[in-house]
């Protein structure tokens, strides 16, 4: 499989998609708007998908401005990017918020020296965790209980005594894909504790047949050098358009 068909599955597995293929909104608990735009770069080509909010003419407009422009890097802004947010720009009438990150695949047999104490979903340790702080991770306690009993799919969790370093879970799940939802602590960044729950969950999906990715943000450096450390395959890029109404 190519890197430009993962990248497909990868949108498939971020988003929730109507009867027309339009992006409706983020899978997982949240289930936030989708972007209006999002284009995918490999090193070998790039695809776009469209937001369902997107009129059809201007959708139309902007698959062709993808369709026609040139290939660039994964990480550099394609050339398409411009002519795309000048026509959401014109139909919005204000701004149009421009985010960009590197998506990977995990491969299968990942793995990464943890540490601290690793707990994972299948494991006897479940209990013990309920009274864990999760507050700094920015999970409330309904949302720590729900995932706690599996709820939200898979995780891994680091630990150093009862204080949670680090927390892995499955963000987004279809038939196809899963994607990594990964926190480490501030105070405990840059020790490996990441890339060892990331390595942990990673565990949990492979029997499952399905492709595992990893993403960030472009600004995410510590998010990255987790993916260094596990030595991640990159299969490129995602641009992001988003605005706040269409006309």
Do not use: K
Not at 68 to 82: E, R
Not at 120 to 139: C, P
Not at 161 to 188: K, M, Q, V, Y
């Amino acid at each position: 499989m190519t890197d430009l068909e993962l990248l497909e599955i990868e949108i498939e597995t971020q988003w929730a998609a109507d009867h027309r293929g339009r992006l409706v909104r983020s899978r997982g608990a949240e289930g936030r708007v989708a972007p209006h735009l999002v284009i995918a770069v490999s090193n070998h080509g790039q695809i776009s998908a469209i937001g369902s909010e997107v009129p059809d003419g201007l959708a139309a407009e902007l698959q062709a401005a993808v369709a026609g422009g040139a290939l660039s890097p994964p990480a550099t802004p394609p050339a398409a990017i411009a002519r795309c947010q000048h026509l959401l720009t014109d139909s919005v009438g204000g701004p149009v918020a421009l985010s960009s990150g590197p998506s990977y695949v995990i491969p299968p047999g990942t793995a990464f020296e943890a540490t601290a104490e690793i707990h994972r979903s299948d494991g006897e340790s479940t209990e013990a965790l309920r009274d864990h702080a999760v507050e700094r991770a920015g999970w409330s306690l309904e949302e720590w209980d729900l995932l706690l009993d599996g709820s939200y799919g898979p995780w891994a969790v680091a630990a150093i005594g009862e204080r949670i370093i680090s927390i892995c879970h499955t963000s987004r799940l279809t038939d196809r894909g899963a994607e990594a939802g990964l926190w480490t602590d501030p105070e405990f960044r840059g020790q490996g504790h990441g890339a060892a729950a990331t390595a942990a969950w990673a565990s949990l999906m492979a029997p499952s047949g399905r492709h595992v990715f990893y993403s960030t943000s472009a600004d995410n450096v510590s998010s990255q050098r987790v993916a260094a450390r596990l030595r991640l395959h990159p299969i490129g890029w995602m641009w992001q358009l988003s605005a706040p109404q269409i006309a």
